[in-house]
């Protein structure tokens, strides 16, 4: 009761707080500690023991300002060598925390430190790189203001959406590696689930494809802020405001559709980075990816619920906004339909509200999502990591990665230490979304293009936590 409690000051109360406060640069660069710690929590009435990260205070992550340096100690007190990782920020190469491409992980009981400017405000999250710990929840916001959103008349609301499991996550990986017991360790023998899943397909969304494969692991349940849709956190919210919806996808394995229902929310920025706004009431977000929503709140005593529909499936997770007076009622944790899988429809239609300056590539790298489900081995050009070709840039280079997708899965790639664009889906050109990570369907190719302007060395790959465990991965180094 008592990590709850605390979760809700650290997500809905001080963020909505937060607007009203000065901004940290007022109060110079303090330091901010963040404790990887322990923790248990109650997940359908069954208690797990799983890991965070949250500061002395009780605040779950961190909430800063663009004009803020970065400056924190991270102590290690999970028993464990641990490090985390940025996603989204660029740092400094070697504060990146992604263990033995940046930086050696943390030993059990000591501290790392890290300080380096921020470049953009935004949505972004910090998570493990370690192992599986991801997959134990450790994973937190991390929310980067600037003097306009502190001004911005709304009501923050971080949402950060995870799937869990009670197994232990290398038993469930070991399960993937043998599909011939993967059904006595609860795993989906291949997506075979998803595949009947995403037969029945969702308003709005397109017909799936025959031959995908979609969630390979069964979760016990899909949480958000900690918690499910049996006992759902409950956000007090004033009739007619407006809110600022920060939804981050830290599942480890799992795709999601947002669904407002019957509000509608204006789309505003993606992986902390504003678009030209989109309205519409379901949105898709990939492993990894944030989305920001603006939803301009009806008047009247209503309760609200924000979900998240898992992709293939009738599973959802999520919260409810509640006026004051409003009756909740409870939500059923399965969706009357089961959704199709996640497609590009809404990525076609993205448009960066502040694109890269339209240049010719200086280097290309082509990239084919390899793999086999038959082992469980996901790779890079047939290249499983450490035993990859590392992709070479040059400091000054516009660079793309042709990425396409050979295999029955969606793949969210995600490039460390930089932002990039995306600029073409299978071979259409068009100024697309900056991101960080961005999804590829099979039989799909995503081109992004990117500044090299952040030298180093830099892990690049499938954030299917799954995946980059078998090998999806590569590192991006400066010549
Ligand atoms: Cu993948």
Request: charged share 20%; aromatic share 6%; net charge neutral.
């Amino acid at each position: 009761m008592l990590d709850r409690r605390e979760f809700l000051v650290g997500s809905g109360a001080v963020l909505a707080a937060s607007a009203i406060t000065p901004p940290a640069s007022a109060q110079g660069a303090q330091l901010t500690i963040l404790r990887a710690e322990k923790r248990e929590i109650e997940v359908l009435g069954k208690s797990a023991r799983v890991l965070r990260i949250r500061q002395p205070n009780g605040q779950a992550g961190l909430i800063t300002d663009v004009s803020t340096p970065f400056r924190v100690r991270l102590e290690n007190e999970i028993g464990e060598p641990t490090l985390v990782h940025w996603h989204g920020v660029t740092p400094p190469w070697q504060q990146d925390g992604v263990p033995y491409v940046s930086a050696p992980p943390i030993t059990a009981g000591t501290s790392a430190s890290y300080d380096f400017p921020l470049t953009f405000s935004g949505t972004y999250w910090m998570h493990s790189h370690q192992e599986f710990q991801e997959q134990q929840l450790m994973t937190a916001p991390l929310i980067i203001h600037d003097a306009e959103s502190r001004r911005a008349d709304q009501q923050e609301i971080v949402v950060l959406l995870h799937d869990f499991t009670f197994r232990n996550p290398v038993e469930i990986y070991a399960a993937l590696k043998k599909p011939t017991t993967a059904s006595n360790a609860g795993t989906n023998m291949g997506g075979m689930s998803g595949m009947t899943g995403s037969m029945n397909g969702m308003g709005g969304m397109s017909a799936p494809a025959a031959g995908m494969d979609l969630n390979d692991v069964a979760y016990d349940a899909f949480l958000a802020n900690d918690r499910t849709l049996d006992d759902p956190e409950i956000v007090r919210v004033e009739p007619g405001g407006r809110v600022l919806l920060r939804i981050i996808n830290g599942a480890s394995a799992s795709n999601f559709f947002l669904d407002l229902g019957h509000l509608r929310g204006e789309l505003v920025a993606v992986d902390g980075h504003a678009v030209r706004p989109i309205s519409a009431s379901v949105f898709p977000i990939a492993i990894a990816q944030r989305l920001d929503v603006r939803v301009q709140l009806p008047k009247g005593q209503a309760a609200l619920p924000v979900l998240a529909t898992l992709e293939g499936e009738r599973k959802r997770t999520g919260i409810v906004l509640a006026a004051p007076n409003a009756k909740v009622v409870k939500i059923d944790p399965l969706a009357a339909r089961a959704t199709g899988p996640l497609t590009l429809d809404l990525e076609r239609t993205l448009r960066a509200a502040t694109p890269l300056v339209p240049k010719v590539a200086d280097r290309i790298h082509r990239i084919a999502l390899t793999g086999s489900m038959t082992n469980y081995v996901w790779s890079l050009n047939d290249q499983t990591y450490p035993d990859t070709k590392p992709l070479p840039v040059t400091k000054g280079e516009r660079v793309e990665f042709v990425m396409t997708n050979t295999t029955p899965m969606s793949h969210p790639m995600h490039l460390h230490g930089h932002v990039f664009q995306v600029v073409a889906i299978n071979g259409k050109r068009y100024s697309g979304a900056m991101r960080d990570t961005v999804l590829v369907p099979p039989k799909t190719s995503v081109t992004f293009a990117f500044d090299a302007n952040n030298p180093g060395r830099w892990f690049y790959h499938c954030h299917n936590l799954y995946h980059m465990m078998s090998g999806m991965a590569n590192t991006v180094f400066y010549e």
